[in-house]
């Protein structure tokens, strides 16, 4: 199922597209990439793995000169998210690469050297101001799933990017990239056994959502599957928050 890209946010100087993907199109995971430009800045989030690279490239492509980049977002280390990182850094030769701390003495083992095209994020998180004095927070996830993990708010948008928090798999022949029923999501788009087994714990889970729940959220927009408008981002956010996970059922998880 082919889906094209679409515009989430645009008034004329500051854009949030959700770019174009083939979900059941592509061996592995299906993901999802989603690029914000701030007048003549850019940044890619979770670019996507070598796999889904050419894919990507013309999806920007079809908004913007890929040259153009300034900023990669990775929200944490998994293949998925960051194994194209070098194809990126040469598409761009200007785009800076944002990832955890934690992650950044592993950079060389996919050929980054340079260390001047890398910013570490603390864990607490940080900010990144465009030239316009518009920014993007970011916002600590850590343990969801990853030890060192952030999501991404854009308050211009109003759009959280939630990495692989509310990640889900769509069932073949799914026409919709929105969540419409959220008990259906939970059970069908295998959202509950996913969190349940890549998240750490409760207090992973209640951490974040005290984090992003004051924020005026549009659209919350996961790194796979479908992506949830207000009304269904409140309802993953109460489900979330409750959910037990991970340690929390360790036993479950060894199969005793
Ligand atoms: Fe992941
Ligand atoms: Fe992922």
Redesign the pocket.
Known sequence: MIFDNEVLYDDGQHKFIMLGTDIGGSEG?P?NQFLIIDGTEAFLLDPGGAHVFATVLANVSEVIDPTRLTGLFYSHQ?P??TSGIMMWLNVSERAKVYVSELWTRFLPHFGVYDEKRIVGIPDKGMEIRFSSGNVLKIIPAHYLHSPGEFTLYDPVAKVLFS??IG?SVLPPGTKSRKVEDFQWHLKNAIVEAFHKRYMASNAACRKWVSMVKGFDIEWMVP??GAIYPREMTEKFLSWFENLRCGSDIIDEVYGR
């Open positions: 995971i993901v998994d998925d998210v990495s692989d990640a790194q796979h």
